[in-house]
């Protein structure tokens, strides 16, 4: 199991740029998938990025060249760097941990908010 804690929401101006955090209550080291996800008003959740045990990362066409998703293992952390935000981007983010036969684990999630 592994709790996660998502930091660095807030309320941005369309064109600016936003990093959060995600802190694990363990080691992320062997964690096979970390990744971002978000849920716009009235939508449903929706992929953001990925990033393997190994690195190698995955976005929807809709934030590819936007944002990056990094983890620091020494610091149990996952960042997403947003940049270049719109509007549409607007959404509470929720950070997932896969753990190989174990399951699925969520964040409580941040608000983003792009609006001026």
């Known amino acids: 199991q592994v709790q996660l804690v998502e930091s660095g929401g807030g309320l941005v101006q369309p064109g600016g740029s936003l990093r959060l955090s995600c802190t694990a209550s363990?080691?992320?080291?062997?964690?096979?998938?970390m990744g971002w996800y978000r849920q716009p008003p009235g939508k449903q959740r929706e992929l953001v990025a990925t990033?393997?045990?190994?690195?190698?990362?995955n976005y929807p066409d809709s934030v590819k060249g936007r944002f990056t998703i990094s983890r620091d293992n020494a610091k149990n952390t996952v960042y997403l760097q947003m940049n270049s935000l719109k509007p549409e981007d607007t959404a509470v983010y929720y950070c997932?941990?896969?753990?190989?036969?174990?399951?699925?684990?969520w964040g409580q999630g941040t608000q983003v908010t792009v609006s001026s």
């Open positions: 363990r080691s992320i080291s062997s964690i096979a998938v």
């Open positions: 997932n941990a896969y753990i190989t036969w174990s399951g699925s684990y």
């Open positions: 990033i393997t045990s190994g690195g190698v990362t």
